[in-house]
């Protein structure tokens, strides 16, 4: 055999000694079974898990499953083969973990390239902070890979929530509407840098605050005769907000963050606001009640003088 | 997690909530300058594990991206074209076309920005003209679009940070430079330009005008650092332009300069 076709062949055997040995590896934390790391419709039938389930060639199948590992592990994944076990990690953080192992034919395998292209679709909406539909989900993953759809997004909202600390979740109850939230609390600086989004413009809170006190809804009358303690009048450009109908009627809404509904049967008709489903995904109700009661003993007249320094400090720390 | 706990493992990092605060707090920035992601670093830590010894950044984010590279993601580091500033971003690799911007934007605006990107590669300056753009606006696919809304969507690309605008000429912004230098190099081999030094994609620099050949302006900058008569490395001529200066963080602490009262570079020099 010509020289390159020996080594060739030598490297084939230790990649596919290696993947009978590679397994992916979660925190202590996680108690529920773990996916493989590294499933491919073409598995090697070689594997020794005890509930693997062989994958014929093709027809891809649910991914052998692995023990529970209570240390992590971290698996060098570079084809060296043998133990494929590295240094075992103190389990100090409950949040500690390391990804799967990739292997090489999993990355071409159709079935995981349309799991990083969920994910970075996923991540993508994410940034941009807009809800996500099964449908828009559907189309990404596109119609041939249909049966593998819950799979695939499983898969992807694992690697979402090991490497990036996002979840996604559902918005309402019919299950066609998403949005993706951080595991890790927002910290007040993040807040303030701007880097989160939420409460971007600080209006949120104190208008969330406003929306429970009322019951749960607040005519956009008594937005606004709240707004005016805090200096913010309808058609009035604020210095630091912009035009204040636009943004609460619009921008806010259109980030989910608030409902504004008609209020039925009213006539003339008039609108009111709710918490949208991204403040119920969000909001920190704690924090948001934190508001109301500093509010509450806070004589009106001195809420605008309250409010605007808060904007000063933001604008200092910036 | 101390670098030292990785010693056995080459090429798997493992993720904790620091690495995961980071990705999450870079990706709604989107780019961001060297300074800035050490503070981002420092920040993550000090949330989450205040007395660990904050890693090098380089370290970091080998670390991170061996975790990512599965996934096709990395973080990725450029330097920006017109002053040298190392920049960062989290960027998708392996998607081979400008459908990286798809879901942002509509059939029309897509082609739009190619459209743009067209002429950017193939103009010697790296800018190409708002007037230039807008003339091919009949030319998009989709939905018809008139000049005034190709305006707003050039805006768009600008407040999106996939363009820059100066003085009513667009050029790419060193993100979209990150995040598409591959595919534009698959896709426009022949007109697209590169670095005589560092031999990445070139978009702004300086270049020979005997042999032609280019240099970024950085690399300009380091190349002629200590040359009292710089030449062109190619074919030995007198090297025509003006050595630029660079960002140098050393001297910008110093100084404690806003970026704003830098030197302003004329970065067309050809």
Redesign the interface.
């Known amino acids: 055999m010509p020289y390159g076709q020996k080594s060739k062949l030598r490297a084939r055997e230790k990649r596919r000694q290696a993947r009978s040995d590679t397994h992916s590896v979660k925190g202590a934390q996680t108690t529920t079974a773990e996916e493989e790391g590294s499933p491919s419709s073409s598995s090697p039938p070689s594997r020794d898990s005890p509930e693997s389930s062989p994958a014929a060639a093709g027809i891809p199948q649910e991914p052998p499953r692995v023990q529970p590992i209570t240390t992590?592990t971290?698996?060098?994944?570079?084809g060296t083969g043998a133990s494929g076990g590295?240094?075992g990690?103190?389990e100090g953080?409950p949040?500690?973990?390391?990804?799967?192992?990739?292997t090489e034919r999993?990355?071409r395998d159709p079935v995981t390239r349309r799991v990083?292209t969920l994910?970075?679709?996923l991540?993508?909406?994410?940034?941009?902070k807009e809800p996500i539909t099964k449908a828009e989900m559907l189309k990404i993953v596109n119609k041939r890979y249909k049966e593998h759809f819950s799979d695939i997004l499983r898969r992807a909202t694992e690697?979402m929530e090991?490497?990036?600390?996002?979840d996604l979740k559902e918005v309402d109850s019919t299950g066609q509407s998403y949005t993706i939230v951080?595991?890790?609390e927002i910290?007040k600086?993040?807040n303030l840098s701007g880097?989160?989004?939420f409460p971007k413009t600080r209006l949120l809170m104190p208008l969330l605050g406003i929306i429970i006190l009322n019951g749960n809804r607040a005519t956009e009358d008594e937005i606004w005769e709240f707004l005016s303690f805090l200096g913010i009048y309808d058609g009035k450009r604020h210095f630091m907000l912009g035009d204040p109908r636009r943004l609460i009627t619009r921008d806010i809404v259109k980030e989910t963050y608030l409902e504004y509904q008609e209020v039925p049967n009213s006539y003339p008709p008039r609108y009111e606001f709710l918490w949208g489903p991204r403040a119920h995904a969000e909001a920190n109700e704690e924090k948001v009640l934190e508001f109301l009661v500093k509010i509450n003993d806070t004589d009106p007249r001195a809420f605008q003088a309250l409010y605007e320094e808060t904007w000063v400090d933001e604008a200092k720390r910036a | 997690?101390p670098s030292s706990?990785?010693?056995?493992?080459?090429?798997?990092?493992?993720?904790?909530?620091v690495h995961?605060?980071f990705?999450?707090?870079l990706?709604?920035?989107?780019v961001l300058e060297e300074q800035a992601v050490k503070r981002l670093q420092k920040?993550c830590y000090k949330?989450h594990?205040c007395n660990a010894t904050v890693e090098k950044l380089e370290d970091f984010i080998n670390n991170i991206n061996s975790?990512?590279?599965?996934?096709?993601?990395e973080v990725k580091k450029g330097v920006t074209e017109d002053d040298g500033r190392p920049i960062y971003a989290?960027v998708?690799l392996?998607?081979t076309s400008v459908s990286k911007m798809a879901?942002?934007f509509a059939e029309n605006e897509l082609d739009l920005f190619r459209k743009a990107l067209e002429l950017i590669i193939d103009s010697e300056s790296g800018f190409a003209s708002s007037t230039n753009i807008l003339n091919l606006v009949d030319q998009l696919k989709g939905k018809k679009m008139r000049k005034k809304e190709a305006e707003q969507v050039l805006q768009k690309f600008v407040q999106n940070k996939w363009l820059i605008e100066k003085e009513g000429e667009f050029t790419l912004h060193s993100r979209a430079i990150l995040e598409m230098e591959q595919y534009i190099r698959a896709t426009y081999p022949d007109s697209v330009k590169m670095c005589n030094i560092c031999h990445s994609l070139l978009i702004q620099g300086q270049s020979c005008e005997t042999c032609g050949i280019r240099m970024h302006l950085p690399c300009v900058a380091k190349y002629f650092r200590s040359s009292s008569e710089p030449r062109c490395p190619h074919c030995n001529d007198c090297w025509p332009h003006e050595i630029p200066e660079i960002f140098n963080p050393e001297k910008e602490r110093e100084a404690g300069t806003s970026s704003s009262n830098k030197k302003s570079l004329r970065s067309r020099q050809h």
Not at chain 2, 27 to 30: D, E, K, N, S
Not at chain 2, 67 to 73: A, F
């Open positions: 992590a971290v698996v060098d994944a570079s590295a240094e990690q103190d953080g949040s500690s973990s390391a990804a799967p192992a990739p999993s990355q990083s994910l970075q679709f991540l993508h909406k994410y940034k941009m690697h090991l490497v990036f600390g996002l951080s595991k890790l910290t600086e993040e880097g989160r989004g | 997690v706990m990785q010693c056995g493992t080459r090429r798997m990092g493992v993720m904790t909530d995961r605060r990705l999450q707090l990706m709604t920035h989107g920040h949330v594990d975790v990512l590279e599965s996934l096709c993601i989290l998708n392996a998607t879901s942002d």
